[in-house]
């Protein structure tokens, strides 16, 4: 960071914001004008997006229930958003409510009102930060929201990292993330795609617009699979959103085609 | 899905029968958190409350609108699921029996308005909400940044760095105190001088171009040394970081100063710097200074705008120091070093002490060396004048060198100056007291005398000098009795020279040692060569010796070495030393002519006539030979009718002295067969000289002992 820490960033809400644009299309009402009408930019070149981030919400919660599932009750959220319906700790303190969540955005509006939502749940907490920092990140996890890097802990990094640009070295993030959790840690990772739909990528260009919450860069199949570095993918693998352990019988149409614009999976570190 | 006949048949279909139908319909419309089967479980209640509803006797609007009321509680927000709702439900139950008399349409209308007034307390509450989390937001943005301000203006306020702000037309804005202590202005004074005025004369070229560039927006930030005359006119030196702040569009908005006080660091630097380039006795530049001015007068001179440089050296200084002591010599320099400094630089020129009492004015933008004369002279003048130290008056006198850029062929400035060093030796040399100038041929004879003497030493251990050979006669038979060693120095260049040009330089640096060494053994192998090969040839070989080399102990033994070495006998080696070298004699050197002579070595003296022998004196010296002097044989022998009966009557005597204290007189230089005939009569014993024959190569040697060529100019009959 180029600014001394001390100095804060500001609060300006005529531009739009990820995490509000998010939440409008995840059918809130938490964004204004401005997110609104950024969003809606979006749509007009790419109306399908609406379902994607379902799908990707979708992802999040199934993602969340395997794994504590599995026994893991720590969670790191990085890039939380406004929290809609369907949040991490919801999800998991259903499953055991002993859980721990941090979550960690750098939008001050998505943190603040994160922070009056959790009021009163002294298992989950919202650090303003920016996932960029890793040591920092990390450190403020533990101190501040209790968590215990000496067993293993789930990295959340849902929908994030394409608005982490090729400079801050995204992979590098992902590596020194696990490199401070226990072994049997897990990290969670959805992606846009770049080699997908056309119409997908069009939105990238929406976003690269110098009024535009964060530039985006969507990534090809092979650099999505190379932000999991030597961790173990576990099954199935790197694949669509919707394909990532669907829940069987019920769940939503699986059969999605081969260009769908958005890829998941989870990497154990062994 | 087989489900829906089942319905159409049984009238009222079951809760679960709509909650499948109902589910597919609005799953995808809105994101709940719910996973599909919790859905339809959900569904499932909403769709039993529902049929009760429908199939109730009295219909009551409460149960649906609740149930649209969940709904949007699931976060069926979007109105698609709504819209859906309605159709699957119309679908669903319109054969229901309960559902005709507008029972189905009540209770939609009952459930859309629960929809409708739960979205819109939820729509209203999120809006609440994220606008208080705004305002929240921005009043800790505003804390922070109040906090980060008060910081910053604590730093602003109290740091010990003088701390401006101004803006892109160089108008201040704001000050802090450390900056109005360090210039002595207040802040209102400040703002009423835009920083151009802050200007210093010994602003380097470059600053103001630096500091607009940063206003321009072409530099982020400049760093600098640079002086400022405080309020009160006192100079102080400051180390300036200035930094451009742009606004969020990347426009130069301001400038930020900070301003270090290093007026002492500066100090301290400039003293070390002048300590550098002065010299600490006289205060007087040094050698370093007074080569960066030469250089650079040097580089800026052309036809129009000569340099010239008097070399001054004060005469005997060393008298000084030793008589009155070292003290009285630093003072006697520091007071000449005052008055050459003080009234030479007056007219502009540098006045630099060398070294010693060596000292050096650099005349620039003068033409002509009657200028650099003038200079010389006064300089002169300003020595001569008495010195009055620890109650002595003390006078001395000064030599002064004078060279002119373009007197030198090369124009590097140690050249002028090893010229300029040289003219002062001549000074000296034509008596000190005064100047001289330079004279390129003089010194380029100086500069191959210094080049030849340098090479010496390696053209001895080359080989590169040789010995020739010239023949002595007995004048009575005209019989060639011996040889006298005559050593040339063959150049690689082909050229040889004359042992006049290098003899007296060796003699200078010593080399004549290991030199007459050289030829006195090359010499005595010659001789033994010659009687090896015919034992007729036991011919005299005489080498010349130079004082230095009888000086040197050792000689004896070197002789004898060689001797031992060639197996050459002592009585058939001559050496010769010249009058004057005789005549300067110790006693230390006539033991070792002695310890020659009693080896059996004969011991002549060549050149004589030249100096002022007394005559009385030969007698106590180990001489065995005169060797009388070419001119005096010239003079005193030539058959003219102008023939100086004086000189005649001297040669006569010195022949007839030496005879009587035994010696035996050779003649040099014989020329002419007339002055055989003379010298015969006057009763000379041997002659040399190009009557006979001139110095040859030795293989010339053993033809002309035999053929005697010069018999056949047999002496004059006058």
Redesign the interface.
Known sequence: MDRPS??????D?TRASVA?VYDYY???????ASDRAFADEVLQVYPELT?I??DN?DYL?RAVLYLSARGIDQFLDLGSG?P????VH??AQAVNPLTRVVYVDHD??????SR?LLNGNDRAMVMLDDLREPGRVLRDAVVLGGLDLTRPVAVLLVSVLHFVGDEHGPAELVAEYMAATAPGSYVVLSHARSDGQRDAAASEQVYGRSRSPNPMRFRSRAEIEALFGDLTVIDPGVVHLPQWRP?L????DPAVGEDYPALAGAGRRD | MTAEPLVILAGLPTPDQVAAAW?RAI??T????M???TL?AHLQVLAGTLLDAVAADKFDPTDPYDVGVALVAA?F??VAALQQTVIVLGEQLGNCPGAGGGRLTEMLGALTAGYARALRD??LA??E??S???F???V??EQ??W??EA?FAAVFADSVIGIGVGDINGTILEVNRALCEMLGYTTEEFRQHPIWEFIHPDDSPGVWDQVKALLSGVADNVRLEKAYYRKDRAEIWTHLVLSLVRDPQGQPRFVVAMVENITERHRLQTRLAHQALHDPLTGLPNRTLFFDRLDAALAAAGPDQTVGVCYLDLDDFKAVNDTLGHDTGDALLRAVAQRLGSELARDGHLVARMGGDEFVVLVEHRNGIEHLERVAQTALDIVRRPVVLGGHQIVVSASVGIVQHNDTIASAAAELMQAADTTMYWAKAAGRDRYALFDAARHHGDVSRFALSARMPEALARGEFVVDYQPLVRLHDQQMIGVEALVRWQLPTGERLEPDRFIPLAEDTGLIVPLGRAVLAEACRQAAQWRATDPRMRLLMSVNLAARQVREPGLVADVVQILDDTGWPPELLQLELTESEFMGTTEGSLAVLRDLADIGIRIAIDDFGTGYSNLAYLRRLPVHALKLAGPFITRGTDGHDETDDVDLEIVTTVVRLAHILGLTVTAEAIETSAQLTRLLRLGCDTGQGWHFARAVPPEKIPSLVHARPWSSNPPSTR
């Open positions: 001390w100095v804060p960033s500001g609060v809400v509000r995840l059918g809130g009402s938490h964004n204004f379902s981030c379902r919400r919660r406004i809609t319906a369907g949040n919801e999800i001050p509006v998505a943190v603040t009102h009056e829940e019988g019920e769940d939503a | 589910t799953a995808r809105s994101y709940t958190s996973s599909r089967r339809r976060h927000t979007q939820r729509t999120e809006q909400r994220i208080a989390a705004l929240t937001a921005r800790a943005a922070a940044r906090n980060s910081r």
